[in-house]
């Protein structure tokens, strides 16, 4: 009897991966712990390791398939000398495997078009015909108990299913027609057909919706896990997350005197702190010290947190990634330096767990190191506020006593989440973190 | 000429409904009634009977009074009171519709209504004629009993339920034609008042529509009342004279009796009443059985007029006629431009069905048979009475809810129970399946005890081999 090989769940919010690649091959023997393949989310790409041992039946989803769900069976395992087709898996392989090229680019499409995605189903439009539906207002999809089983089933992807529920509530007659393995093309087919009837699409939606109509001559990229997450919680958060932006102008002299001496004395335990480094304990010990801007909005509650976890952006081949250095305020600024040398290697390879991915309190995005003189970043949500620090450069500067000299000097703006932060506190933890740089001893001590 | 948004021609629970339901969205609504408003159900239906079912059903206990350590004796029914009480519920109700009406401001005219096409419709009372227009008409003229060709019910001998709930006195030896819902209960009601009642169906088992586990349990639990049930019988021949009606009844194994009973009740159907309604005028089509042919939606093949309840396919139920009332008054007033409703088609699947005898029938969804020839593979879960407790306190201890799952899906595809205050209970599965709930929404639910609700759990449970109780 055949063992069979789910796609595991890698993080308690995955609903879906890639299978990027096999590492077995139908016919090798596993034993419990060998790595099986590696599956890639939505951040990073992750080894699947073997829980039970036998030979490999039968590879059942061909490596560099997407979007396979959580719980498909992606392989079988058999017993020694057992025959692999006996599976009782089989007739899932044609599930879950890629359909032709032409159902992904619709696929794509029905992603990329939600303001069509809102309209009424066509199948019973008339000219006069009552519409029973009412659209996918909010983010949330309403789904019957029914309809999820029927859908966790049958592999049917229910963000592209149109409901015609109460509420617009997806139910079981929708399913009926939809395509079973993720491939909701006639799905989106149909909504399209139904324009006419519904609120007219703005004229970019319709370029987007049809870009290989686009008159320059252009490529066409499929979008990548990665860039889809970060284009949708780019999305939610300036849609749902009123920013508000404090800027403070920050000397540096001390700072990078400080990093001077500090490498000194730990060049021989082969450590090479960074501003950025002394940057995120800055920023550790302010969240800590003004705690009302190291919180978390939820609605009717707030959490307020005793500890800084700083998510640092990090850009990556393709993206951008936000390992995190939990407990950034009571952390050494040296193993700060190399837990983040550390997490920004892997991060690179693409080898970060989520779990050193996903959470933190604040976040800070440096784009010194490319001259960039001052921005404003977007709150990473559920996190309330980042930190955007820019290049650090020598100005002209007012120094006390009205004497005009040369400093370093940088700008640094804060975004806050103004639904839980008030601009008064804001301002308090820029101005703590500002403290901070320019007497940086408050750093090591 | 008045003119509204809306017309609605007949005043059953489909057709006061759906005038309520415009009127609230906003529509000038009215109403178009022959008779009484209310309809059959109220006036001669549903809610009379019930009120006749109550009576028989306390003289029932009081016969069984020693049963609860009571004494009851001298215990008679007087089947003219009996009567009196039921006309008056009927008529406290259907007053009850006429303050409804007033209270919306929906406009009742009396008479006898018919479309004239175009939107125009007449009403002719004591020989006047009004006429009418609207943008839309809902026809919503319900039906009515269907007759034995070889017999027509004269309301002496051989009677329509319209006859059996207004006895003058009560029949000696009855003859009940028919072992649907309306023939079951009435034999129900007559055999509780000491009836010899004998019950001709043409199918192999009562109560047909149901499971055949409840048809299985309702004729042993029947006949052990007294009933004498004939299945797979036919009538050959009725004859009735001012005395007696005889009947040549032909038995299951061809044998044929010639039998004397003093009374008959045909109960095999309705015919719906699309006659002089003027529906040759529009060129709204019936179906085969001249039942009107409408769209999920209600709408017939002609725009602006639409069909519920009755006089449309079945199931021929008067909450099913509501709520497609409701629904059609929705549709019309979104074609008027309402963008607030969202009228949703009903699923036949999720409308449950109740028959009041004793012990109660009720059932929503597909029976074990019917789910298996569509091909599901299922989980069936039984829970008897005699494992509830409030039951066995109650001294009802007949009867039992069976559950049918999809095996694969956990839906739930019917449920059916036969027993004390069943009609009552079903909603419960139906709002689950309105709801598209699976075995473990059912499972996980808390039902509180003591209550006969809690064989609902245990069913679902014994579905999934977990029944607790049994």
Redesign the interface.
């Known amino acids: 009897m055949a063992i069979e090989i789910k796609m595991p769940a890698l993080s308690p919010t995955m609903e879906e991966g890639t299978l990027a690649k096999w590492l077995v091959k139908e016919g090798d023997s596993v034993a419990s712990g060998d790595l099986l393949a590696e599956i890639e989310t939505d951040k990073a790409t992750m080894e699947f390791e073997a829980v039970d041992e036998g030979v490999i039946g039968q590879i059942l989803v061909a490596e560099g398939t997407e979007k396979v769900k959580v719980g498909t069976v992606i392989a079988t395992i058999i017993a020694e000398g057992e025959e692999a087709g006996s599976s009782p898996a089989t007739p899932e392989k044609a599930a879950a495997e890629p359909t032709a090229k032409a159902e992904e680019q619709n696929k794509e499409e029905a992603k990329d078009a939600p303001a069509e995605a809102q309209v009424a189903p066509a199948a ?1 439009a008339q000219a ?7 659209t996918h207002g909010d983010a949330r999809l309403k789904v ?4 999820r ?2 859908a966790a ?1 049958d592999g049917i992807d229910l963000s592209a299913v149109q409901g ?3 509420g617009g509530r997806i ?3 929708d399913l009926t027609g939809a395509p079973k393995g993720g491939a909701p093309a006639s799905v989106a087919a149909a909504p399209k057909a139904a324009a006419p009837v519904a609120v007219p699409a703005p004229a970019a939606k319709a370029a987007s919706a049809s870009p290989t109509d686009y008159p320059t001559p252009h490529e066409q990229v499929k979008l990548s896990g990665m860039r889809k997450t970060i284009a949708r919680r780019l999305t939610e958060s300036k849609q749902t997350v009123p920013h508000i932006y404090l800027t403070v102008d920050v000397r540096l002299d001390a700072l990078l005197k400080l990093r001077g001496e500090l490498n000194d004395a730990l060049s021989s335990r082969g450590i090479k702190v960074s501003v950025n480094d002394l940057l995120i304990k800055a920023l550790g010990i302010a969240l800590v010290q003004v705690p009302e801007c190291n919180v978390q909005y939820q609605g009717d509650t707030m959490l307020k947190f005793s500890r800084a976890d700083i998510s640092v952006a990090v850009s990556i081949p393709g993206g951008l990634i936000t390992p995190i250095v939990t407990e950034a305020d009571t952390k050494s600024v040296a193993a700060i330096s190399a837990e983040m040398k550390d997490l920004a290697e892997r991060a690179k390879a693409g080898k970060l767990q989520p779990s050193e991915y996903q959470g933190g309190t604040a976040s800070l995005s440096n784009m010194g190191m490319m001259g960039i003189t001052q921005f404003d970043a977007v709150i990473n949500p559920p996190q309330a506020m980042i930190l955007a620090v820019s290049a650090g450069e020598k100005r002209p500067w007012v120094f006390p006593g009205d004497t005009l000299g040369v400093a370093t000097a940088m700008y640094v703006t804060g975004s806050f989440d103004h639904r839980a932060i008030d601009g008064a506190d804001g301002a308090r933890l820029m101005s703590v973190f500002k403290g901070l740089v320019e007497k940086p001893l408050g750093l090591i001590a | 000429m008045s003119s509204y948004d809306l017309i609605v021609l007949g005043s059953g629970p489909g057709g006061y409904v759906a005038a309520i339901r415009g009127a609230q969205l906003g529509l000038k609504v009215a109403i178009v009634e022959r008779e009484n408003l209310g309809g059959i159900c109220l006036n001669w239906g549903c809610i009379p009977t019930k009120a006749l079912l109550r009576s028989s059903e306390i003289f029932h206990y009081m016969n069984h009074a020693s049963d609860y350590g009571l004494k009851a004796e001298a215990i008679s029914a007087d089947i003219a009171a009996i009567v009196k009480r039921s006309r008056g519920v009927a008529s406290k109700l259907n007053q009850g519709v006429t303050h409804l009406m007033k209270k919306n401001k929906i406009t009742v005219h009396t008479g006898q209504g018919k479309l004239l096409g175009g939107g125009k419709l007449s009403v002719v009372n004591d020989g006047k004629t009004e006429e009418l227009s609207a943008k839309h008409i809902i026809i919503a003229t319900g039906a009515r009993a269907r007759d034995l060709p070889k017999a027509k019910a004269d309301g002496k001998r051989i009677w329509t339920y319209r006859h059996a709930m207004t006895p003058t006195e009560l029949p000696t030896k009855l003859l009940v034609i028919g072992s649907g819902a309306i023939g079951i209960e009435f034999a129900s009601f007559y055999n509780d008042l000491g009836v010899k009642v004998t019950v001709v169906e043409m199918m192999d088992r009562i109560l047909p529509v149901e499971d055949a586990d409840v048809s299985t349990f309702m004729a042993k639990a029947l006949t052990k009342q007294g009933f004498d049930l004939r299945i797979s019988a036919n009538i050959q021949k009725i004859e009735a004279t001012d005395a007696a009606v005889t009947a040549e009844i032909k038995a299951k194994d061809g044998t044929v009796t010639t039998e004397e009973f003093s009374h008959v009740i045909v109960a095999i159907g309705i015919v719906p009443n699309v006659e002089n309604i003027g529906l040759e005028d529009t060129g709204v089509e019936p179906d085969k059985r001249y039942h009107i042919k409408v769209d ?2 209600c709408r017939t093949n002609v725009d602006g007029i639409w069909a519920i309840g009755d006089v449309t396919a079945p199931p021929w139920l008067a909450h099913k006629a509501s709520h497609e009332g409701v629904l059609a008054a ?2 019309i007033a ?2 008027l431009g309402n963008t607030e409703v ?4 009903i ?1 036949a699947k999720n409308i449950p069905g109740c028959t009041y005898c004793h012990p109660q029938v009720a059932s929503v969804g597909l029976t074990e048979a019917k789910a298996k020839e569509a091909g599901h593979e299922v989980k069936v879960g039984n829970f008897p009475f005699v494992g509830n407790g409030k039951a066995i306190a109650l001294g009802e201890a007949e009867g039992f809810i069976k559950t049918v799952f999809d095996a ?4 739930l595809l019917g449920a059916h129970m036969v027993g004390a205050e069943v009609t009552e209970l079903i909603q419960g599965y139906t709002i689950g399946k309105q ?4 075995e ?2 059912y499972i996980q639910t808390v039902f509180p005890h003591p209550t006969l609700s809690e064989m609902m759990h245990e069913s679902v449970l014994s579905a999934y081999s977990r029944a607790v109780h049994f």
């Open positions: 019973k006069a015909a009552p519409t029973p539906s009412v019957s108990p029914l309809a089983r029927l089933n015609s529920g109460p139910v079981k007659a | 999920e939606y929705e549709a979104q074609a969202h009228p949703h088609p699923d694969k899906t956990g839906e709801a598209e709930l699976v473990t929404d």
